[in-house]
């Protein structure tokens, strides 16, 4: 059974910091996985998909990268910003599961000015 | 072209009620899938609706049922409501197994 796991579960920075949010999974036999943001009471935003057989997606301040053999993703954020606050959630699709989503629980991020 | 949209955003209801949750897709896409969101929880899977069949569950009792129509859009409907159904109501439009999009969603508070 696919578990993922997110640390740190919150994560305070100043303004300006480079920061990375850890995703980890217990099955590499993965479709993809996508990062979303998710601003309090609101649905989710996909922020960046990484298919299987690539190893990072860029867009802007931030980056993903994915290493299926660990069971690992991470999401770099680039000189932070009041307005990245919100809870960060990473989502796994699997081959044999149709185009169900498997989440991990999410790091909510805070960035003070 | 609109996103995802879902209605109604807020819903109210008492234990034993029943509630019906629907769902349009993003424009072109033919997938729906429905997610459940505890307070400070992942969204958790429902059920994903293609060809107007049910294609994939995840483990929800059979009181949570599901139906897409023709024009792919969707509906969720919950009977014999428990305290433990509150949570946010998220539906999810894909073409095939790519990129995701997510709805608003609906808050449910049962009472």
């Known amino acids: 059974k696919q578990e993922v796991t997110q640390i740190p579960a919150a994560l305070s920075v100043p303004e300006g910091e480079n920061l990375v949010l850890n995703c980890s999974f217990t099955?590499?036999?993965?479709?993809?996985l996508q990062w979303f943001r998710q601003d309090p009471g609101k649905g989710l935003t996909s922020l960046l998909l990484?298919?299987?057989?690539?190893r990072e997606q860029t867009s802007g301040r931030l980056n993903a990268s994915l290493d299926k053999s660990s069971g690992r993703s991470t999401l770099y954020i680039a000189a932070s910003q009041p307005g990245d606050s919100a809870t960060y959630l990473c989502?796994?699709?699997?081959?044999?599961?149709?185009?169900?989503?498997?989440f991990g629980q999410g790091t909510e991020l805070s960035v003070k000015p | 072209d609109a996103g995802v949209t879902q209605s109604p955003t807020h819903l109210i209801k008492t234990r034993g009620q029943q509630v019906t949750l629907r769902c349009s897709p993003k424009?072109?896409?033919?997938?729906v899938s429905w997610y459940q969101q505890a307070l400070g929880q992942g969204p958790q899977f429902i059920f994903q609706?293609?060809?107007?069949?049910?294609?994939q569950r995840g483990n929800f009792p059979d009181r949570f049922s599901g139906h897409q129509f023709p024009n792919y859009s969707s509906e969720l409907n919950v009977n014999a409501l428990l305290l433990g159904d509150s949570a946010l109501y998220l539906c999810?439009?894909?073409?095939?197994?790519?990129?995701?999009?997510f709805g608003p969603g609906t808050r449910l508070l049962v009472l």
């Open positions: 424009s072109g896409h033919d997938t």
């Open positions: 989502a796994v699709c699997h081959y044999n599961q149709g185009g169900k989503l498997i």
């Open positions: 999810a439009s894909s073409w095939n197994y790519e990129t995701q999009y």
């Open positions: 609706y293609y060809e107007e069949e049910e294609r």
């Open positions: 099955d590499s036999a993965i479709y993809n």
């Open positions: 990484i298919q299987s057989s690539q």
